[in-house]
């Protein structure tokens, strides 16, 4: 930011203080006035500053003081200057997203927050939800910068919000569980055993939610500290009578069976991987493997731990603060379990397979450190991390004895594989492949191939060593279907991407893109005169002539795969992701022939939205009723995009950017598009700052894709991977006759050409039946590029049925 700009807000930025000390606590007109100036040139220097591409923090910095200014202004003018005041946050918010000034963001965060409750009201909950996190998230930053005074300052006020945002959430639950009530009333005494069952686990969570002493003590404290309340507290109490009488009605109308037990709560789920971990202290103790200093240390950290078990007669901000104490103490102990040294001769199967489970042990432990994790991401996680406490004393047992080890093997496959899914739980995304979901019968000991004989070679010889199953080439049937199955069912892939260019290499990324869609762990093989053709962000291997060095390579890279948690941890929460997962799913609900089921399924995946692994159970069981032609569940490398339902749609252009001819291709395309309704985007032209996870996420938000394969393009090769994993709406053509381009995956896929030359012309005018005119096309005259992509989109906008 240019240092006149910066002198101007600084100057702003002084007036906007002497504006507030001059006025103390007399927000009226006068105090308004004065402001607006300083609104003024905030937003003339801010406008100045985005036309030079300013650096995005200190413009980010002072879009922060235009909406103070906003906030400000609204004490007089009220929600007006607040909105003003969000859309100036939420731009600045926007210029931070790579998390490079945590303390910019943090300031920005407690702000955004104070105007956010604001427009609430008190009774926004979507609102009060969007400030509590960045409530949580500042003063977290502000703790961990050592600035208490701002920390305690944050937590003041968020002390407030928490009252206001549990009445709020009381108020939705109270609302929602009656009409749910009036719905199980009349489905429980027809049911038959299996929809009976499901009512008995619904209506325990319900009776639960709504408890009427629960309600009671949250009305008080709402009453106490938000005054608008107070007005219908006796409407409310009138409701909670109503409410009881509802759950007794609906037990009533239910067959007798034995109870359900209520769902655990984090301090439940806390308790129980304490137990387990003070077992495996004592068991450690017994078998030499730890002092009795070590034990002591150990005991006292889980002592502590359970003496923070919050008490039922805890007010929630004592409750919130016994969990975080929980938290800290359980965490303090896991570090000490999982950093102790293994038995297992260095160099050995044991300590190879010690190795891996413990740096799963460590992922585990990150994850739980986050604060407040779901119930039920917190409940697997505990799972998880006792799940490996387990196999990693079976390995400690079996020691040097390597037959005991193999046995043990595929259980640290399958516990490497399942920690690396909850680490991306958070990607969830619900895709219609281009393929059907059938895997191949394999061990959880499998390696999926692709590249050179030299790749293929030195892979057997590590296969026939440790057991490991192999895929590297189709046995049977259709290339595609096949290489996807095997794909789905190998544990980790690797890829050579030294295969010379031509259509070889084009498989070897078209499966690489496969494999990133599925989310696998991935090895990348290259030779030392090799260039990486992309950054999929994965260190690659380099082999040499040496085949003992390139097997010693392998193996380390394979089981480093195994061990390392490459994917997932960027984002906090599920966020718009559960939202996108579940409305994908609904258009396939309501289409299903017995769509009654699902649609309770689809209620509690709504209501399961913010707990990843709850909402995934919720998908994996609407997913399972609808069967082949239904959609599927991915957990990709990276988190999806959500589509803009409201914006134009959106046409996502593959093809190589530096040939003569990529130019002309792209304006025609573009200007179809246009003629039509359509948004353009090429991958050179996202604005993302990581290159292949911003192509990723145009292809999640695209409405349609076109693919030009033409020269065999690596990049190419890969996209369309991810765009037939997703299932996006495609068309794939290439320059002069389609036989010139093909390479084994698309050999069963239509493959639209044009003829070369200045102006593209259709070689076939089929391909481009998609585009759906939004609006009347002009009468501009088209060329043959044009006409080839027009019935492709009117397609996409109006699919067959």
């Known amino acids: 930011m240019h240092v006149d700009l910066i002198a101007a807000r600084d100057a702003a930025v002084a007036l906007h203080d ?16 004065a402001l607006e100036p300083v609104i003024g040139e905030l937003e003339r220097i801010i406008a100045a500053a985005t036309a030079d591409k300013s650096d995005p923090v200190e413009l980010s910095r002072t879009l922060r003081w235009l909406g103070d200014a906003h906030f400000d202004h609204g004490r007089f003018a009220g929600q007006p200057s607040w909105h003003a005041a969000a859309q100036a946050y939420l731009r600045a918010e926007q210029l931070l997203g790579d998390g490079s000034a945590p303390i910019e963001q943090a300031k920005l965060d407690f702000n955004f927050a104070n105007t956010l409750a604001q427009l609430s009201d008190g009774a926004d ?29 944050v937590e003041q006020r968020y002390a407030l919000l928490r009252t206001q945002l549990e009445a709020g959430r009381q108020q939705i639950r109270m609302g929602r569980g009656y009409r749910r009530l009036q719905e199980l009333e009349a489905e429980a005494a027809t049911a038959d055993p299996i929809a009976q069952a499901q009512i008995r686990k619904e209506l325990a969570a319900l009776t639960q939610q709504l408890d009427p002493q629960s309600i009671t003590a949250t009305l008080h404290k709402s009453v106490a500290a938000v005054s608008v309340l107070a007005s219908t507290s006796g409407a409310e109490q009138n409701s909670i009578r109503e409410l009881e009488a509802k759950v007794g009605a609906v037990t009533a109308a239910l067959p007798a069976n034995a109870s359900v037990s209520d769902p655990a709560s984090p301090a439940t789920e806390y308790d129980d991987l304490a137990r387990q971990l003070f077992a495996r202290i004592r068991a450690d103790e017994a078998r030499n493997e730890i002092s009795a200093d070590g034990a002591d240390h150990l005991t006292q950290s889980l002592q502590k ?6 008490n039922a007669s805890d007010d929630v901000l004592t409750h919130e603060a016994k969990l975080v104490q929980m938290r800290e103490a359980l965490v303090e102990a896991a570090d000490a379990v999982t950093s102790r040294q293994r038995r297992g001769s260095p160099g050995s199967r044991a300590a190879r397979a010690l190795s891996i489970v413990e740096a799963l042990q460590l992922a585990i432990v990150a994850e739980q450190k986050r604060p407040m994790l779901p119930t039920y991401e917190s409940r697997l996680a505990n799972q998880l991390f006792a799940d490996l406490s387990q196999l990693s004393a079976a390995l400690e047992q079996a020691g040097d004895d390597d037959a005991r080890v193999a046995a043990l093997e595929p259980r640290v496959w399958r516990m490497a594989l399942n920690v690396q899914q909850f680490a991306r739980r958070y ?59 095997q794909l789905l069912a190998a544990s980790v892939t690797v890829f050579d991407i030294a295969v010379p260019d031509g259509p070889a290499r084009m498989q070897v990324c078209y499966e690489l893109g496969l494999a990133l869609a599925m989310g696998k762990p991935c ?44 994917w997932g941890g960027r984002t906090p929460q599920i966020g718009d992701a559960g939202k996108a997962a579940i409305a994908a799913v609904e258009p396939h609900v309501r289409a ?8 309770v399924q689809l209620r509690m995946a709504r209501a399961n939205a913010g707990d990843a692994v709850a909402l995934r159970g919720s998908l994996d069981h609407i997913v399972g009723s609808l069967g082949a032609q239904g959609p599927v569940i991915l957990l990709p490398a990276w988190v999806p995009a959500a589509r803009n339902s409201a914006a134009r749609p959106q046409c996502f252009h593959v093809m190589p950017f530096s040939h003569p001819w990529s130019r002309s291709v792209r304006d025609l395309v573009a200007e179809t598009c246009a003629r039509h309704g359509w948004n353009y985007t090429r991958g050179d032209e996202s604005t993302a700052q990581r290159i292949i996870p911003g192509i990723w996420q145009e292809i999640c938000r695209a409405s349609a894709v076109i693919i030009d394969i033409s020269g065999f393009n690596a990049n190419v090769g890969l996209e369309l991977g991810l765009v037939h994993a997703l299932g996006r709406p495609y068309r794939i053509v290439a320059r002069g006759h389609p036989k010139d381009h093909m390479f084994p995956a698309v050999e069963k896929v239509q493959i639209h050409g044009y003829l070369d030359g200045p102006t593209p012309t259709p070689l076939n005018t089929r391909w481009l039946s998609w585009l759906k005119p939004q609006r009347r096309p002009s009468s501009a005259p088209r060329s043959g590029l044009h006409e080839i992509i027009s019935p492709f989109l009117l397609q996409v906008m109006s699919p067959p049925g």
């Open 18 to 33: 002497r504006v507030v000390s001059q006025h103390g606590t007399r927000f009226d007109a006068a105090f308004a006035s």
């Open 125 to 153: 909950v979507k609102l009060l939800e969007a400030a509590d996190i960045r409530y949580r998230r500042a003063a977290q930053v502000f703790r961990d910068s050592f600035l208490p005074d701002l920390a305690q300052r």
């Open 305 to 310: 731990f359970m003496t923070a078990i919050p």
């Open 427 to 485: 990607h969830l995304v619900v895709a219609k492949p281009d393929f059907a979901m059938l895997a191949e019968q394999a061990s959880v000991k499998s390696l999926f191939i692709s590249g050179t004989a030299a790749l293929q070679k030195v892979a057997r010889k590590l296969a026939d060593r440790d057991a490991i199953e192999l895929f590297w080439e189709a046995r049977r049937g259709e290339v595609a279907q096949e290489r996807w199955s």
């Open 523 to 566: 090895v990348v093989v290259r030779r030392a005169d090799t260039v990486m053709p992309f950054d999929i962000e994965i260190p690659p291997i380099v082999f040499s002539d040496d085949s003992g060095a390139n097997l010693r390579s392998l193996e380390t890279a394979v089981y480093a795969a195994l061990s390392g948690v490459r």
């Open 592 to 599: 299903a022939a017995a769509p009654g089921q699902l649609d």
